[in-house]
Structures are given as structure tokens and as C-alpha cells.
């Protein structure tokens, strides 16, 4: 098959799977409680309708191969991992946390184009990627928006910066087209309409600005249960009635909306007016929390999964045919609280074992 300009067309790659919620009160309430395992149980129900009705593969995007970056090619230059440690060392932090932090955060520094002079950053969370980005772009202006201040004492100091707090669009209706970068690290997936907000995040980019942005690939095959969102989407095609179970919303994960891949993160920054798309993964190190290359990762996947299946989905199991019209709150929350303390448990494993990648595209 070819294009229209005569070349052959591109190789579709995997589509994503996106669970759309309109209403912010909802959306808020998930991220809060992505289980719908919280003390309001008409919004529990409500989350589950919404999601089982709002649940849906993406438009796929041609296939991408990612750039894998060498143990070196992540290390920051030294003069800039001297004023990191600075900056560290400023807020308080040990030894031990330095060497986390750093694991988690200097290859994402490394990647920023060092020309940004006004940086925007999506979802600051606790600050300690604002001191990496203070410390590679140290005239840089630097505004950050997030929902609570979260940073951790020092932080503002340290960084010098413009904190705006409260719900990330309606800042961001405030703010013009005067930025040189977009920063968001493990924000996007929280999007409950990453399409709608991509488009927004590229008006406020100046001519030839770039975005850069740090999250998991949840929807990129081999992802860990995975295969419950599309046994489901599958499913409301032949039944358009069906619900998801309650309990099986722990699989689902209503507070990671959109479970991208790199096909369908070229897919979207496309649509949304980007171009020069690319993407990064370190070698070594492909999940955040757990440092592993692909063959090692994927036979962590196997023994994490294996046990779950035989110790966990039985109790799901147990619990769904006990209770038919739904389980229990109560029983719900218990049964959540104890995956949440095992290492195979649903989401903490989904969590430590998904890979994380990194893109970087600019605005034309």
C-alpha cells in the first residue's frame, strides 16, 4: 500500500486505551481513590458506570522504535551534577536520598535543551525534579502548577520560582503563549482527555518550543494486566450493558486514565500540532522503581503475575461469586488494603513493573 506522496505507509503500531471522565468533581475523587474504593459509595457506583461506559481503545499511531540510552548517555555533565548535589544537599536530603534522586531524575535533566528561558511545569509534586531542572537551566524563569503545594521544605527557595496552585486547566486558561519548554514528569497519565490538553499545552509554547515529558507505558503490550482492559473493551463490543466488577477495578486503575504506548504518544502529539517526536528509555533501567533491562524485566513480569494469579485472583474470585449484586464496601477496602502490602499485589506490582519512557518534541 502506498501514500498519497508515494512512499509506502508507515507499519500501524498498538493502540492505547483511554478511560474518559467529563466531570471534575469525578475526576478528582478517582485520583484520590483510583479503585473507586472510597467512603462515598453513590460516587463509587458512579465511577464504575462512567468507566465501564467510557472505556475504549485509541486511534492507533504508525510504530516507534525508542531511543535506548547507555548508563553513560543518562549521567549529567559534571559541572551540572556538582550544583544538583548542591541544591540536595540545600533542602536537607541524606546520602541515600541524593542517590535516589538522582537515579529517578538526571536522565530526564540530561534530555532538557539547555536554550529553554521560561519552563512550565505540569504536576510539581514535591519539588525535586524542579531542582534538577533549576540546576541545568539555572537563568531559566520557572512557573510550576499543582493542584496542593506538595513541595518539600526548601524547595521554593532553592528553586526560585512562580507556584500557581489549583486545577491544572483552569491555570492554564491563564497563562500565554511565552514558554520554551513544558515539563511534566509521571503527570500525563493522569489525563482524562490527554488529547484536549496536548492541544492546550501546544498554544502556550512559543514558535519552536519544546515539551518533554516523563510516564509509564501502561498500555504497551507485555504491561501487566494490560489484557484486563482489552478483555473488557472486547467484551462491551458484543454486550454494551456490561459492567466492569468492582473488585476488577484495581486492574483498570481509574486514576492512570490514559495507558499510552509510544505509538500512541507519537499518535496524539501529531494531532495535537507537535512534530519531531522522539523517545527515549534507559537500557538498564526501564521501569522508575525497579532498575532492569527488558529480558530481566519481563521475567520479573512472569513471577509477579504467576503469583498473583494463584493468590490473589482466587480471592477476587471467591468474593464476586459470594457476593453476586456486588461486594461490600467494607469487604472491598480489606481486600485492596491487603494487596497493597504484598509485592504481587495488583497495583503495586503494575506500578514497579511497567516501563517508563521519555518524549521530547517541539512546536513548529
Same mark, same amino acid.
Given at each position: 500500500m502506498q501514500n498519497p506522496t508515494g512512499g509506502p505507509l508507515p507499519a500501524r503500531g498498538v493502540p492505547g486505551v483511554q478511560i474518559r471522565v467529563i466531570d471534575p468533581s469525578l475526576q478528582a475523587y478517582l485520583q484520590r481513590y483510583p479503585f473507586a474504593s472510597g467512603p462515598d459509595e453513590t460516587m463509587n457506583l458512579r465511577a464504575d458506570v462512567v468507566a465501564s461506559e467510557n472505556i475504549f481503545f485509541r486511534e492507533a499511531g504508525p510504530e516507534v522504535e525508542t531511543t535506548l540510552l547507555s548508563p553513560v548517555e543518562t549521567q549529567l555533565p559534571s559541572l551540572e551534577m556538582e550544583r544538583v548535589q548542591e541544591l540536595l544537599v540545600r533542602i536537607g536530603l541524606s546520602a541515600a536520598e541524593q542517590k535516589t534522586h538522582t537515579n529517578d531524575f538526571a536522565w530526564e535533566a540530561n534530555l532538557v535543551p539547555r536554550e529553554a528561558g521560561n519552563v512550565l511545569v505540569i504536576g510539581c509534586g514535591d519539588g525535586i525534579e524542579l531542582l534538577f531542572l533549576r540546576a541545568v537551566l539555572p537563568e531559566a524563569r520557572i512557573t510550576a502548577i499543582d493542584y496542593h503545594d506538595s513541595l518539600l521544605p526548601g524547595v521554593f527557595d532553592a528553586v526560585g520560582m512562580t507556584l500557581l496552585e489549583g486545577d491544572m486547566h483552569g491555570q492554564l486558561q491563564s497563562l500565554g503563549p511565552v514558554y520554551d519548554l513544558i515539563f511534566s514528569n509521571h503527570t500525563l497519565e493522569h489525563l482524562y482527555d490527554p488529547d484536549r490538553t496536548l492541544a492546550i499545552l501546544a498554544s502556550l509554547l512559543a514558535q519552536g518550543g519544546h515539551m518533554l515529558s516523563v510516564l509509564p507505558?501502561?498500555?504497551?503490550?507485555?504491561?501487566?494486566?494490560?489484557?484486563?482492559?482489552?478483555?473488557?473493551i472486547d467484551? =462491551? !463490543?458484543?454486550?454494551?450493558?456490561? &459492567?466492569?466488577?468492582?473488585?476488577? %477495578?484495581?486492574?483498570?486503575?481509574?486514576?492512570?486514565?490514559?495507558?499510552?504506548?509510544?505509538?500512541?504518544i507519537v499518535a496524539a502529539l501529531t494531532l495535537s500540532g507537535f512534530e519531531d517526536v522522539k523517545l527515549f528509555q534507559r537500557q538498564d533501567h526501564l521501569c522508575r522503581p525497579?532498575?532492569?533491562? =527488558? !529480558?530481566?524485566?519481563?521475567?520479573? &513480569?512472569?513471577?509477579?503475575?504467576? %503469583?498473583?494469579?494463584?493468590?490473589?485472583?482466587?480471592?477476587?474470585?471467591?468474593?464476586?461469586i459470594l457476593f453476586p449484586g456486588g461486594v461490600p464496601l467494607r469487604l472491598r477496602k480489606l481486600i485492596f488494603a491487603v494487596e497493597r502490602r504484598l509485592p504481587f499485589g495488583t497495583n503495586r506490582s503494575a506500578n514497579a513493573l511497567s516501563e517508563e519512557a521519555l518524549f521530547l518534541c517541539r512546536k513548529p
Open positions: 507505558m501502561n498500555g504497551q503490550p507485555g504491561s501487566p494486566y494490560l489484557q484486563r482492559a482489552h478483555q473488557f467484551k =462491551r !463490543a458484543s454486550n454494551a450493558n456490561a &459492567r466492569i466488577p468492582m473488585l476488577d %477495578l484495581v486492574y483498570i486503575e481509574l486514576g492512570h486514565p490514559w495507558k499510552t504506548n509510544p505509538s500512541d525497579t532498575r532492569a533491562s =527488558r !529480558a530481566e524485566l519481563e521475567r520479573k &513480569r512472569k513471577s509477579v503475575i504467576f %503469583l498473583n494469579s494463584a493468590m490473589i485472583a482466587p480471592v477476587h474470585f471467591v468474593a464476586k
